[in-house]
């Protein structure tokens, strides 16, 4: 897994993430959040686009994302999930907890 974490402003910190994210990454994916969390970016948007592959590990990596962050008053928030990622969500239901968004601005819109 390769990610880029970047400042959108705003407390919007984007997490973009290519590759697999699975058992192996997943550790990693949780501690970047919460490095983000951390520092002040309690609103994460965590770009899917380049994710080839998600499984229950992935997920559960997600989830704890999602808790870390409304734990500080934020929130987390999925932009452009592939196919596959939009699958392994609607299989599990978790599209009903995990927000998605075409992109970044629509995710967390600039005031």
């Known amino acids: 897994m390769e990610y880029t974490l970047s400042d959108h402003g705003d407390g919007v910190a984007v997490l973009s993430v290519a590759g697999r994210l699975n058992m192996v990454t997943a550790m990693r994916f949780r501690e970047v ?18 994710v080839t592959f998600l499984d229950s590990s ?6 704890s994302g999602l808790k870390t962050a409304r734990q500080s008053g934020g ?14 969500l609607k299989l599990t239901n978790m599209d009903r907890v995990l927000a998605e968004y075409a992109d ?7 005031g």
């Open 33 to 50: 959040v919460a490095a983000a969390v951390a520092d002040g970016s309690t609103r994460v948007a965590v770009d899917l686009s380049s």
């Open 104 to 110: 970044i601005d629509a995710a967390f819109p600039r």
């Open 58 to 63: 992935g997920l559960g990596a997600l989830i």
């Open 75 to 88: 929130d987390l928030r999925l932009v452009a999930p592939t196919e596959q990622v939009q699958l392994v």
